[in-house]
């Protein structure tokens, strides 16, 4: 009995080490600023920069979701909304590893054009 729970201590502990490494995010600032072309408040903030695909591993090219349950939720979004009536340009740091059409933006620059 001593040893099962041995056991399960010890891989409970490896678990807990390894997981936050399975699902690391990788945290990438594009190459340019852009202009945003499209705003899309749905779920999450989503907008799209013009020009070539930024994330080659993203399934939607160059759309990029601000999360709803991020903490600044709101200052992002009045951010970009003032952003895109001024017609400034963003760059974004964005998560390489996603694959789907809602590739995360950790942070952003904003500057005039």
Known sequence: ?????KVVFI??????????????????????YRTI?????DVNFQ???EGD??????SCANRFDI??????????????LLAFQNSNQVRVMFDNSDTG???????FRVKNK
């Not at 009995?1 to 729970?5: F, G």
């Not at 072309?37 to 408040?41: D, Q």
């Not at 709803?68 to 200052?75: P, Q, R, S, T």
């Not at 059409?101 to 942070?107: F, N, Q």
């Open 11 to 32: 891989t409970m502990i490896f678990m807990t080490i390894l997981s936050p490494i399975a699902f690391a995010k990788d945290w990438q600032w594009a190459d340019s």
């Open 101 to 107: 059409c809602d590739t995360s933006v950790k942070k």
């Open 37 to 41: 072309n499209i705003l899309y408040p």
């Open 67 to 80: 999360w709803k349950e991020d903490a600044n939720y709101e200052a992002k979004v009045a951010l970009l």
């Open 1 to 5: 009995m001593k040893k099962s729970l």
């Open 47 to 49: 907008f799209y920069l």
């Open 53 to 58: 695909r930024i994330d080659p591993n993203s």
